[in-house]
C-alpha cells in the first residue's frame, strides 16, 4: 500500500512563494505519472499538474500556468509543487497523487493560505 505524505504549506501573502513536497513509500512511486490535487472550501477537488515518469513532461491547469512548476525525484520518491506569484484563489489543502490509474489513498495534505 502506497502512503502518500505532502508538506511544506503555509500562510503566504498574495505573490509570494511556498515549495511543496509529498514523500511516497512503496517501490512502485518511479512508475507512476504523480499529480498535484487541490481542494478549496466549498469545492470539488481538482488537478493542478502532472509529471510524467522521468520528469520529461509536465501539465498544468490553465490557472496555474506560468506560476507552478512541478518536479520530482525518484530517487527519494519526492514530487515537489514550487509555487510562486501566489494569489488568493491559490488558497486550498494540496494534495499528491498518481494521475493516471487507480488513484492510491488519499494523504493528509497540506494547507495553503494566501492572504493578506
Known amino acids: 500500500q502506497v502512503q502518500l505524505v505532502e508538506s511544506g504549506g503555509g500562510l503566504v501573502q498574495p505573490g509570494g512563494s511556498l515549495r511543496l513536497s509529498c514523500v511516497a513509500s512503496g517501490s512502485i512511486f518511479s512508475i507512476n505519472v504523480m499529480g498535484w490535487y487541490r481542494q478549496a472550501p466549498g469545492k470539488e477537488r481538482e488537478l493542478v499538474a502532472f509529471?510524467?515518469?522521468?520528469?520529461?513532461?509536465?501539465y498544468y491547469a490553465v490557472s496555474v500556468k506560468g506560476r507552478f512548476t512541478m518536479s520530482r525525484d525518484n530517487a527519494k520518491n519526492t514530487v515537489y509543487l514550487q509555487m510562486n506569484s501566489l494569489k488568493s484563489e491559490d488558497t486550498a489543502v494540496y494534495y499528491c497523487?498518481?494521475?493516471?490509474?487507480?488513484?492510491?489513498?488519499w494523504g493528509q495534505g497540506t494547507q495553503v493560505t494566501v492572504s493578506s
Open positions: 509529471i510524467s515518469r522521468s520528469g520529461s513532461t509536465n
Open positions: 497523487n498518481t494521475a493516471a490509474g487507480r488513484l492510491f489513498q
